[in-house]
């Protein structure tokens, strides 16, 4: 049996015929200079998201993210990054057409233990054509998912094949922190081209304090209206005002009660 030692691919862009090897998988197409990826059913569009960020700015933005409402307490400031890396991420990109308009579906293009990456969005204007020359090439994730999976993921999810208008590879930037915080490993990325920080598991408050604030503001509610309705009942016996009298005193009661566990709330909230 002969070998196969090259073949013939139509760029998806020009229509123009390209020879190449069989070992080629990224190849820039002669006629048009389009970025082409050879798939084992498919040539697509190769494209690349720019990186906007450099190291320092995407641990700024990351900071800025640890710093937030969600995170525990000083997370910005205890977070000890361990390491970081810089990549290109290959996500199967699939531009659907149907009457309610375009939509757009990323699905990893690679095996990742990152779930996060499963989350991110790309606006379209952000899409080069990927040239070999402008990137080094060792930050570039090579795919290992084939097309035919991706659209298998989207029939699944009910997507209806017939309405992909468009299959390309996008590559896109990202740094990859990883950082200890109290012993315990987590791991962030951020999208270097918005500077998007996606994270699946971080640092939380913790909620032990609210719970048990939660637990005495309805014991203390739950023994004022007891009070309340002893004072009513004697108060009815001595032959008193039985309904209203009891309602305002219970009023000032609940008023009375709620003054310390606001103050709490606000320890707990600033010590948290
Ligand atoms: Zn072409």
């Known amino acids: 049996m002969q070998n196969i030692t090259s073949s ?27 970025a082409i990826y050879v798939d ?17 700015t995407a641990e700024g933005n990351l900071r800025r993210w640890m710093a937030g409402n969600f995170q525990v307490k000083d997370l910005d400031k205890l977070a000890q990054v361990s390491k970081v890396s ?7 990109y699939f531009k659907t057409l149907d009457i309610s308009g375009d939509r757009i579906y990323l699905q990893p293009a ?22 070999k020359k402008e990137f080094n090439e060792n930050e570039f994730m090579p795919p290992d998912i084939y097309l ?10 009910g997507v209806n094949l017939t309405n992909i208008k468009e299959a390309s590879l996008v590559h896109i930037p990202f740094f990859q922190f990883n950082y200890t915080y109290n ?9 270097s081209s918005s500077g998007k920080v996606y994270a699946n598991l971080w ?15 309805v014991a203390l509610y739950l023994i004022i209206s007891i009070i309340a309705i002893i004072i009513s009942v004697s108060s009815f016996n001595s032959g008193g005002e039985v309904a209203s009298g009891s309602i305002v005193l219970k009023m000032f009661f609940y008023i009375l009660a709620s003054i310390p566990l606001i103050i709490i709330a606000f320890a707990i909230a600033k010590k948290v």
């Open 183 to 191: 012993g315990s490993e987590f791991t962030a990325l951020v999208e």
């Open 40 to 56: 084992k059913s498919k040539v697509v569009t190769h494209y690349v998201v720019n990186s906007n960020f450099n190291q320092s």
């Open 148 to 157: 035919t999976s991706a659209q298998k993921w989207l029939t699944d999810s």
């Open 110 to 131: 690679t095996s990742t233990s990152i779930s996060e990456i499963k989350k991110i969005s790309v606006p379209a204007g952000n899409l080069k054509v990927f040239h």
């Open 86 to 92: 810089f990549y290109y991420f290959p996500m199967w």
């Open 8 to 34: 013939t691919i139509i760029c998806p862009q020009c229509a123009g015929e390209n020879q190449i090897s069989v070992d080629d998988r990224f190849i820039e197409c002669v006629f048009c200079n389009s």
């Open 203 to 217: 640092p939380k408050k913790s909620e032990t304090p609210y719970r048990a604030m939660f637990g005495i503001g």
